[in-house]
């Protein structure tokens, strides 16, 4: 009778145990990256009684992680981060290294990344060098800008029309002695801002002397020719030659800009292969200007921020160009169920996860990153109802088990009277 009540009594705990894990998976039906847990029941060490084995009861053996994917939710903020697969986001503070699946980030007054604890995302600087071979650190992104950046190379194609009039440059008249002009700005290694302008004058049926000009005030007229050429174009108006050595781009030297070397590219020239027809043309019709490129700029602040599917943190400078600053990381286990739970959506790694083996999003078997997103708890309201009423069922079995058992004692003490 004993062993009834015990096995009873057994059932009773795991019983209740399990419901307080069904409660708390439905208390977290809202929590962002949240895991359900489900309970594994064993029974207990049966009790030899010569050839019979006498089952003890049943107790819960493990509580694990259910490790598939939530479902995604759009925010409308950039640090709203979601894993698009496996993986974790690595978060540090001063109790150490954690674990989450919950992307709910935001920059404190450091410019650092931080959970809504204040434990700081862990990633990579990839400003001057793109590797994930580092150790991850902070993400910071305090007193970020970016540099200025000279000018290097600048792409200009335009239609030139074959029925303008054949005319002599003159540098210090270069309006009423060209056909056509255009202007860009280019860059010092300073970031100063500089002003080109390109005179282009008929000299032949099919050829033209093309003159840049630095127009700063304080540089006399003579002095401002910077790099001089000549476009040759075929019968179809194809582009065939330019510049001042060969056929193809030049790298001239600019003494306003203190020497700087730019080089000029007027597009692709016809070969046997290539029409030639895309870059700058000699066709019948209005001077125009098709494109004019240049990869210098001025240094810029960080105005904004976006997050990749890669993980890459890019910034939006106020000179409108963009720079990747950071990758963030994302580590994984041999067994993510064996992760150790410590609340506020955190888990550490233990003997039964494994060590933790890092990567970027996207790489090694790792999610990609989904911004202005969230990931929520996959717990599934109706399996988890299912669970508590079969627990709740088996609840009343057990007590209705010991009930049972007391009167079975009861009756055996009676026999006594």
């Known amino acids: 009778m004993l062993g009834c009540l015990s096995s009873g ?6 019983n209740n145990n399990n419901m307080s894990i069904i409660a708390n998976n439905i208390a977290n039906i809202n929590t962002p990256g949240y895991k359900a847990q489900r309970a594994s029941f064993a029974d207990i060490l049966s009790q030899q009684s010569g050839n ?56 404190d007054n450091e410019g650092k990344l931080v959970t809504p604890q204040g434990l700081v995302v862990q990633g990579w600087d990839i400003r001057e060098q793109e590797t994930s071979a580092r150790l991850p650190s902070d993400i910071n992104l305090a007193n970020i800008s970016l540099p200025p950046k000279s000018s290097e190379n600048l792409t200009l194609t335009l239609n030139l029309d074959p029925n303008a009039e054949v005319s002599t440059f003159i540098e210090i ?20 801002q500089h002003n080109i302008t390109f005179y ?5 049926d099919s050829t033209w002397e093309w003159n840049a000009l630095l127009e700063e005030a304080g540089i006399p007229d003579d002095e401002k020719l910077q790099a001089t050429g000549t476009l040759t174009f075929d019968a179809e108006g194809a582009l065939i030659n330019y510049g001042t050595e060969g056929s193809g781009p030049t790298a001239h030297g600019f003494a306003g800009l203190s020497d700087q070397q730019i080089t000029i590219d007027f597009g692709a020239i016809k070969t046997d292969e290539y029409h030639g027809f895309a870059g700058t043309t000699q066709f019948a019709g209005n001077f125009s200007t098709l494109s004019i490129t240049q990869d210098g700029y001025e240094a810029g602040s960080l105005l904004k921020i ?12 106020t000179n409108q160009h963009t720079q990747d600053i950071a990758l963030i990381a994302l580590a994984d286990f041999t067994s993510p169920d064996g992760l150790k739970q410590m609340g506020n959506n955190l888990y550490t790694s233990s003997m039964e996860s494994g060590q933790a083996f ?32 079969i627990t709740q069922r088996a609840f009343q079995a057990n007590s209705r088990m010991i009930t ?12 006594k009277r």
Not at 404 to 415: K, M
């Open 9 to 14: 009594i057994s059932g009773l705990t795991a």
């Open 306 to 317: 976006s997050i990749t599917r890669e993980g890459k943190i890019q910034g939006l400078f």
């Open 358 to 389: 890092i990567n970027p999003p996207g790489a090694g078997g790792k999610g990609e990153i989904s911004s202005y997103t969230l990931e929520g708890s996959n717990v599934d309201l109706a399996t988890e109802f299912m669970k508590m009423i």
């Open 173 to 192: 008249d270069p309006l009423t002695t060209s056909n056509y002009s255009n202007s860009t700005s280019v860059y010092d290694s300073l970031g100063n």
């Open 404 to 415: 049972t058992a007391d009167q079975l004692i009861t009756e055996i003490v009676s026999l």
């Open 52 to 107: 019979l084995e006498i089952g003890n009861g049943v107790s819960i053996s493990d509580v694990s992680s259910i490790q598939s994917q939530g479902s995604f939710s759009s925010t409308n903020s950039v640090t709203d981060l979601a894993i698009d697969g496996s993986g974790f986001f690595i978060v540090k503070g001063n109790d150490g290294t954690f674990y989450s699946r919950a992307g709910i980030f935001h920059f």
């Open 200 to 204: 282009f004058t008929k000299t032949g």
